[in-house]
């Protein structure tokens, strides 16, 4: 039994001591070098380590800090305001003749009338039926009751004591007539020129809608081509876009606009523009004012305060009201209720270009024994012309 277990320990003995010597040879074995590194050529230069010298400065001077201009903390940089730009002043087309250039465009929608009428008495036998349509006629034409009785009548007369009718004869009769209905005696100038010095004050009035601010500012232009200085009130305060709009046609020809806040006193801005019109010497003052419903009593007698205000400077010298040639009879009964708040002087039609209904020309002036002073052809800023009766008949029968 002793002799088993020395030999199991005398194994054991053995065993690990060839162990030792594998692991031995093992460790004693080389490892092949590792291969050389291939530079980064992406990567930043290493940093010198604690200890390693630093690269070798370079020959070329440096600049010091005291070689190099620093901004001075105390000076402040300009600073450049850009103002803006000033409005070109435009140079309005004279007005002299301006009817005559714009007849082309009133006589294509006044052809019906004049033409219908030369038609009917071209007729080889005027019967009852015939004079019946030509008053049919003038009254489509707005021309009205009175008047229409009156032309036909004259009419009537002139054909039986002609007797022959040529086209040409028929015209020159035609147009006789019509220029003693429209009238060529009545005085059709803008007075602006008062007698006692001072500005001419004019107050523009109508319903909404008729053009009454683009047909102030277009005044402006009238006035503006003849040589006069204007100065704008905007004293219709209701209407927000009144004000800048006209503004912006005086900004146009150089007239100065006196507005106030939005839902101010009308009459208070009309004072203004007064007193600064005569305080910087300006031919003419243009009231633009707020175009209510006629209907409303109250703001009709907000306007004749508006006329009593501004007549505590000076009288008008005119009252423009401006009405819608497409309206017809309507704009008749605007005429009427206007006229008996203020003092109309003049009329002015709009949108006469848009209508076959000229004969409201007539109409209008003998419902308020007022003249027609102006008219409006278009859209054009200077499409405001002076009313001239004879060419207004020019166009109407056409050539």
């Keep these: 039994m002793e002799i088993v277990i020395l030999a199991v320990v005398i194994a054991v003995v053995v065993i690990g001591a060839l162990g030792g010597l594998v692991v031995g040879s093992r460790r004693k074995k080389q490892l092949p070098p590792p291969p050389p590194a291939t530079p980064d050529i992406t990567a930043p230069p290493a940093e010198p380590h604690v200890g390693e010298e630093a690269e070798t400065p370079r020959d070329e001077a440096r600049r010091t800090i005291e070689e190099v201009d620093l901004p001075d903390a105390t000076a402040t940089a300009p600073v450049t305001v850009e103002e803006p730009p000033a409005p070109v002043i435009e140079i309005p087309e004279p007005t002299a003749g301006r009817l005559v250039r714009l007849r082309a465009r009133l006589s294509r929608s006044q052809n019906a009338l004049g033409k219908g009428l030369l038609t009917l008495l071209s007729r080889e036998h005027l019967d009852e039926d015939t004079w019946e349509e030509i008053e049919d006629t003038l009254l489509t034409a707005d021309v009205g009751v009175q008047p229409t009785q009156e032309l036909v009548e004259r009419l009537r007369e002139r054909v039986k004591v002609l007797g022959t009718r040529t086209p040409e004869e028929l015209r020159g009769l035609l147009r006789e007539e019509l220029l003693t209905l429209v009238g060529t005696d009545s005085d059709r100038a803008v007075r602006t020129e008062p007698e006692t010095g001072g500005p001419g004050i004019v107050m523009v009035v109508g319903v909404n809608g008729t053009g009454k601010t683009t047909t102030t500012g277009k005044l402006a232009r009238v006035l503006v081509a003849d040589g006069r200085s204007v100065v704008l009130g905007a004293a219709d305060t209701f209407r927000a876009a009144a004000a800048d709009q006209l503004q912006t046609w005086g900004e146009r020809v150089g007239a100065h606009t006196v507005r106030g806040p939005e839902g ?136």
Excluded: C
Excluded at 345 to 352: A, D, P
């Design 264 to 399: 101010g006193d009308p009459a208070s801005v009309a004072f203004d523009a007064v007193k600064e019109g005569k305080e910087i010497g300006a031919d003419v003052v243009l009231i633009d004012t707020a175009g209510r419903l006629h209907t409303k009593t109250g703001l009709m007698d907000e306007l004749g305060k508006v006329k009593r205000v501004v007549e505590k400077h000076a009288p008008l010298d005119e009252v423009l009201l401006v009405l819608d040639a497409t309206t017809g009879q309507n704009g008749l009964i605007q005429a009427r209720v206007f006229a008996e708040v203020v003092d109309i002087t003049g009329i002015v039609l709009t949108k006469l270009d848009g209508t076959a209904k000229g004969g409201i020309v007539v109409a209008v002036q003998r419902e308020l024994g007022v003249p027609v002073k102006l008219v409006g052809l278009g859209e054009g800023a200077d499409d405001l012309a002076p009313f001239e009766p004879e060419a207004f008949v020019d166009a109407l029968i056409g050539d």
